[in-house]
């Protein structure tokens, strides 16, 4: 049982929960998952706990029966609009008579960049290694057992606000579920979608959601960038309940049925019935007044994205982008708007795990694969600590080992 690893992504539109288990070949095998619609969540943001909770139940329930377990704990994904990623580097001297780099000499280094200075609001998520620099070597993953003087450490300090964070502690223990610990939605994002290669030519991966915009940039095989921006599918929803005078419920039907983000690929422009807002009477409009409404959206979507990747991180992007979440990868022509505003490659992503057929569980898959391959490589330390809110939970974590552990050393 305790190698099994619970993952439970808690969007805007769904909740998704997938239980994997590592083999003996050391690959993830998916044991069970489940999904449940979630409208406690609006842009982002926990509203409702209660419905919440319940959708974060239900969607572990369904996933339990199919694993045929009981999951106590799990992970739990925090967006990008929650978290700020600060990249600090540290260093030590190597005070053995050996020189030779201890583990000790390492988590001495993560301890020190788990205790920058972040805003009174936040709380530190997580500590994760870039790279090790030995005497000036960089690029190094585990320099446990390597000679030298002084170890630099690279790390993203993952920071989150203390309200967000609190809130989906709550969700997840009120629905019975403990938090092993909370993943930012980058790091787990490309685990089940990217490439290594990819990751390594430089790639920027956007999942549209329904309320939500993540946009995780990964160069030379890291995570480089994480921000969220609060809008998603359920926008273009909105807008064509605006712009056409039409109930929500009438919008989003309509919006499935075309499944269209392009005007110019609309091959038969024909008068539909609608329901008016008021309900009260039907309307006819054009396939292409819908159609405009959305290229539209999908068009300000894109380039609010640009900007954002390429004001932090300017270069070149040689795997291109990949788009994933149900929010506008499924429309035709997505993929077009995406390649005129950015003019690299575009493709849509398709779940590389075995037993994950579609995008809505890629995100829970991507945090259990994320955690499996922390576990397998020992270099790989992260801290994966529970804020002050809640001290039941985080006297089972990581961070609390570190600090013990290091106690000796410091006193
Ligand atoms: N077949 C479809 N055609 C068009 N849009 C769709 C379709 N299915 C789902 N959507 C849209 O996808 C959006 C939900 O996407 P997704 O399931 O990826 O969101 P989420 O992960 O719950 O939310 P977020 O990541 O923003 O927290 C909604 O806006 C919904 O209208
Ligand atoms: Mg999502």
Redesign the pocket.
């Known amino acids: 049982m305790s190698d099994v690893i619970v993952g439970v992504?808690?969007?805007?539109?769904?909740?998704?929960t997938v239980i994997g288990k590592t083999n003996n070949t050391g690959e993830v095998e998916i044991l069970g998952k489940g999904i449940e619609s979630?409208s406690g969540?609006k842009k982002?943001i926990i509203v409702d706990i209660e419905a919440t909770s319940n959708s974060i139940q239900s969607s572990v329930k369904k996933a339990e029966a199919q694993a045929e377990l009981k999951v106590g704990s799990a992970y739990v994904n925090i967006?990008g609009l929650h978290v700020d990623i600060i990249n600090h580097k540290t260093y030590t001297n190597i005070a053995s008579d050996s020189r030779e780099i201890s583990r000790h000499d390492v988590e001495k280094l993560l301890y020190a960049a788990g205790t920058i200075s972040i805003p009174d609001d936040s709380e530190i998520i997580d500590v994760v290694p870039r790279q090790f620099i030995v005497d000036g070597y960089d690029g190094i993953n585990d320099p446990v057992g390597m000679k030298g003087t002084k170890l630099e450490g690279d790390f993203d300090v993952v920071v989150g606000k203390i309200i967000s964070i609190q809130n989906i502690v709550r969700s997840m223990e009120k629905a019975g579920i403990k938090v092993d610990g909370l993943i930012a939605e980058g790091f787990a994002a490309g685990e089940c979608i990217l490439l290594p290669d990819e990751k390594d030519m430089g790639v920027i991966l956007i999942?549209?959601?329904?309320?939500?915009?993540?946009i995780s940039v990964y160069k030379d095989e890291k995570l480089v960038m994480n921000r969220c921006l609060p809008v998603?599918?359920?926008?273009?929803?909105n807008d064509l309940s605006i712009a056409l005078k039409m109930t929500y419920a009438e919008s989003?039907k309509i919006?499935?049925q075309f499944?269209l983000a392009l005007t110019t690929l609309i091959k038969n422009d024909q008068e539909i019935s609608v329901n008016d807002l008021s309900e009260s009477f039907k309307k006819n409009i054009k396939v292409s007044d819908a159609i405009e409404v959305i290229e539209a959206r999908v068009y300000e979507i894109f380039s609010l994205c640009k900007d954002l990747v390429y004001t932090n991180c300017p270069g070149s992007y040689g795997a291109g982008v990949v788009l994933?979440?149900?929010?506008?990868s499924?429309?035709d022509g997505a993929m077009q708007i995406a390649y005129d505003i950015f003019d690299i490659p575009v493709r849509v992503a398709a779940p590389k795990v075995k037993n994950i057929p579609t995008?809505?569980y890629c995100?829970a898959a991507g945090m259990v694969k994320y955690i499996a391959r922390q576990d397998k490589e020992a270099s790989t330390i992260s801290i994966k600590s529970i804020p002050k809110a809640n001290k039941k939970v985080r006297e089972r974590t990581f961070l609390k080992k570190v600090i013990s552990a290091l106690k000796d050393f410091f006193y």
């Open positions: 992504d808690i969007g805007t539109s769904k909740v998704s979630c969540i982002g967006s999942d549209i959601g329904g309320g939500t915009t993540e998603g599918g359920d926008h273009i929803t989003e919006k499935r499944q994933s979440g149900n929010g506008i499924t429309l995008l809505d995100t």
